[in-house]
């Protein structure tokens, strides 16, 4: 399985993006997107499952949302009232029998 991220890019604090997450086969069971800042862990933002069960990371409940459409294999994050905190390098993840990562989308919100 294949991630191709897309949807980054530079705001303003306040502002708003939508990434975008393509799987190029499967059907992964679980999507999520992570964030990594410069030295630091990927933590997680948001997942979801197939069957449409969400869980989101602290820092983002209540202004991102994790929506997927199964059928095009294509999962989205719809960011709202973006902090500079919020800044960093997005990853796609999937699992479809093992763990897929695509590759990040840099995120960077100005103050």
């Known amino acids: 399985v294949q991630l191709q991220a897309s949807g980054g890019g530079l705001v303003q604090a306040g502002g708003a993006l939508r990434l975008s997450c393509a799987a190029s086969?499967?059907?992964?069971?679980?999507m999520a997107w992570y964030r990594q800042t410069p030295g630091n862990q990927r933590d997680l933002v948001a997942r979801?499952?197939?069957?449409?069960?969400?869980t989101y990371g602290d820092s983002v409940l209540g202004r991102f949302a994790i929506s997927r459409h199964n059928a095009k294999n294509t999962m989205f994050l719809n960011m709202n009232d973006l902090k500079p905190e919020d800044t960093g390098r997005y990853f796609c993840?999937?699992?479809?029998?093992?763990?897929?990562w695509g590759q990040g989308t840099l995120v960077t919100v100005s103050s």
């Open positions: 979801i499952t197939y069957g449409g069960v969400t």
């Open positions: 086969s499967g059907i992964p069971g679980v």
């Open positions: 993840y999937a699992w479809s029998a093992e763990d897929h």
